[in-house]
């Protein structure tokens, strides 16, 4: 690898007094990542209520389940109820921004998805979930990162994967390269010089611990690329409001490297709040100011995209359900299944995808908790195979009997 | 290429040969401050070691003058309480008001009937809700930095993490001071039994993991008479039932570990020997929330928990079922894993866990006996676990504070730019904590974070921080911002 130092002593100074790095020059050719496809994962951290997400109202076992949080029967196109979807399901009524979405097609649901690991911890529940093995605590990357490994891509820019968080997550975790940055605007060398830069940059170079050599590569690679490049000062398209919060920063971030031609091809976003052991609501409530927020954050990426959405599929995950019934302070507990939703150009939207395993006491998992009818890691399957182009799923889904018969069938083929 | 002790020489002025001492100083302490090596070098290592393990036998004046300086300094709860928090009515008054707004009040509207609640009220106030969580950040800071009970400091920022309580949990803010000074820092050197139950009779973890709101199902308290002696929270709702939230976390996050045996079974079982576990005043303006045992909540009849009959009681189930997992196997090598993760590196070795996990049973969890079997062991002090951890975000801002010998006039940017690295303190929602491993803390954000709070620090750039920049010398702020800075 060619140094700068070593590129400086061969006369690059002058490119340099220009501002513009020797690496960043290269990467003046096409920007987007070689199959122009974005898959971007949005991590609900704390167990969503997916039975109050999406609504199973025509299931006898619902209501009765849920005496003070159930949301009653669509009404027409009343806001206080669930919003029908297809005569059985209905949307939460706060999640109403998405209901355009979910007619034109282009919002998919998966309902009772989950991980078929019997474990009720949200530690453990999200690690599995993130790290695609669940069960097996000893794997040591994550889903996500596998599916770039799976495809080793020379062209790739160093926003190939991209997390808008302050950490890396799990799932983002292991050999191919991934940058975190809470804020574009944060991400950067504040007051130092470019001279200081680039000493901290062979410091971390020559660095002993592999994660702080690896980490400052991306670091300086990624500065280096902003150097010429200004996402951060792209405006979302018109009609398109984020929510103010988290989660709102996040998918327009999302949406500004995508918009700039970043090169990414995953991104990850996560929301966390969804544990609401008390008081959790129906209409109004704790979940509701969640979906809301949910709702608006990803209709305001839909619009803001705009056209490019055919290249791009968002994903919700969650690490489980909670149960079915109620608990004894209007909340839920721990449960099993949740649900999840694609939304995206490629999507077979407009539907509720998955087997529905029924309310019926008889039909629950250990007698509480909606059953997994879905396991997850078939939607990751899909999602790696049918949008990223990953050939060999094995990498991506380690021990995973995987078949594209079992692809919940969310995307097109 | 220098060695992370060879680089902290350069820093600090030690001589190579007292690398003993400062793998110490970076372990027991936040980091060695300019002249820390020679002072344990004079009085000895071991005694040092042993004067830390004895933090009631060490002056520190120093710190708490700092601390002084904060508003909420020396506040009891209902004190902060009544100072700082928006009484009940005033806020029923703002969701009224903004309720009446009609069906998509934009957000700047909503803020503004907030702003016009606060321009009332703050007259009479001390400063916003906010200004608590600010100053229990500082707090946590100046003690880091200042304190000359390190060791206990450290261990109290542990169990904390351990036992996390989230501040922005309706009222937790105003709880956590207490939680710290009474419930956590007392025992972070004494009995995990004791430490356990301290904290499952707080205000701050009963509200936090919901069970102060947990009943026996089909509980209805609107047949209580008033003025009863052992009443429930007038703000309770009237009908209630179990909650899991309490139970799970007991023993999957404090005691036992997710493998350490237990089942979903045992999860409601032992939710229900906590039922009546609740807090009074919780919700009342002004009050000093306690902990209080409320008969008619208790859910009746015998428990099994894990093989074991809790025979039917009352209050005493629960403190049954505390004993029961603080000397439970499981627990002691689960707390032991920990502590030596903490300790001595991100895969502590599996027989110094054995040792230490062993001394936790013969003495029924005495925290100080299991650290001395840590700082006894050859682990400890192998040549390979010197520089073998990754700093968390905090404890490289802290270490960095203190090896540059900062003075804090105010440590509100500190706490924001730990926020800036992932690491918000007393702000970690999920019930888990931090992690203690490097993967959690290196990423490029966070490291570009890093490389900042050095630069401005040693360039006295850091806003409300006094350095000497010429007394450091020019390349401070390299050395801050080095790998081998980020390690301990």
Known sequence: MTTRRAFLGRGGLALVSFGLAPRSLARLAPLANSRGKTLVVLFQRGACDGLNTVIPYADRGYRAARPSIAIPVPRGNARDAALDLDGFFGLHPALLPLLPLWKDGSLGIVHAIGSPDPTRSHFDAQDFMESGTPGIKSTQDGWLNRCLQARPDPEATPFRAVSLTPTLPRALAGRAPAVALASLRDFGLGASSLAVSRRFEDMYAAAEAPGLRGSGREAFDALDMLRTADPAGLRPATGAVYPRGPLGESLQQIAQLIKAQMGVEVAFAEIGGWDHHAAEGAVDGQLAIRLRDLGSALAAFHRDLGSRMQDVVVATMTEFGRTVRENGNRGTDHGHASVAFVLGGAVRGGRVHGRWPGLAAGELYEGRDLAVTTDFRDLVAELASRHLGVADLSLVLPRFDWSPERFPGVLRA | ?488
């Open chain 2, 1 to 488: 290429m220098l060695s992370a002790a060879s680089l902290l020489s350069l820093l600090l002025a030690v001589p190579a040969d007292d690398a003993g001492i400062l793998h110490a100083l970076n372990r027991l302490t936040w980091g060695p401050r300019p002249g820390d090596v020679a002072r344990v070098r004079a009085v000895g290592l071991d005694r040092w070691v042993e004067e830390q393990l004895h933090p009631d036998r060490i002056e520190d004046l120093a710190v708490e003058a700092r601390l002084a300086s904060l508003g909420t300094a020396g506040l009891s709860t209902a004190e902060l309480r009544r100072s700082y928090e928006v009484p009940k009515d005033a806020k029923r008054e703002m969701k009224q008001k903004q309720a009446a707004m009609g069906d998509s009040p934009s957000e700047e509207q909503l803020r503004a009937v907030k702003r016009e609640m606060y321009l009332k009220l703050l007259p009479r106030m001390a400063g916003r809700p906010q200004e608590v969580i600010d100053e229990l950040q500082e707090a946590k800071l100046l003690r880091a930095v200042y304190s000359e009970r390190q060791l206990a400091d450290v261990l109290t920022d542990f169990w904390m993490n351990h036992f996390n309580v989230y501040a922005a949990k309706g009222p937790d803010r105003y709880l956590l001071a207490e939680y710290e000074s009474q419930a956590i820092r007392p025992h972070a050197l004494g009995r995990f039994e004791d430490l356990l139950l301290a904290t499952a009779q707080s205000p701050a973890m009963l509200f936090y993991l919901d069970n102060w709101i947990s009943a026996a199902p089909g509980t209805d308290l609107s047949v209580l008479r008033r003025g009863m002696k052992k009443r429930p929270d007038p703000e309770l709702p009237r009908s209630l039932g179990l909650n899991e939230n309490y139970a799970r976390e007991i023993m999957e996050l404090h005691t036992l570990g997710v493998d350490g045996g237990y089942t979903q079974k045992d999860v409601s079982e032992v939710a229900r020997s906590f039922t009546g576990w609740t807090v009074r005043g919780l919700r009342t303006d002004g009050a000093t929330p306690e902990f209080v045992f409320v008969p008619f909540m208790h859910a009746r009849g015998d428990k099994q928990v894990l093989g074991r009959t809790v025979a039917s009681g009352g209050k005493d189930e629960g403190e049954r079922v505390i004993r029961l997992l603080a000397t439970h196997p499981s627990t002691a090598r689960f707390i032991s894993t920990k502590i030596a993760r903490r300790f001595v590196s991100d895969q502590p070795p599996p027989a110094l866990v054995d040792r230490m996990a062993a001394t936790f049973r013969e003495t029924r969890g005495e925290i100080r006996e299991v650290m001395r079997t840590l700082l006894r062991s050859p682990e400890f002090v192998a040549a390979d676990a010197r520089g073998a951890k990754t700093k968390t975000p905090l404890e490289f801002a802290v270490s960095a504070l203190r090896a540059t010998g900062a003075d804090l006039l105010s440590a509100r940017e500190v706490a924001e730019r730990l926020d800036h690295m992932g690491m918000p303190l007393y702000m970690t929602q999920p019930p888990t904590g931090y992690k203690d491993t490097a993967e959690a803390w290196v990423s490029s954000a966070g490291l570009l974070a890093r490389l900042n709070f050095a630069a401005d620090l040693a360039a006295g750039r850091l806003m409300g921080t006094l350095v000497d920049p010429a007394s450091l010398g020019p390349e401070a702020g390299l050395k801050l911002g080095s790998p081998e800075f980020q390690r301990r």
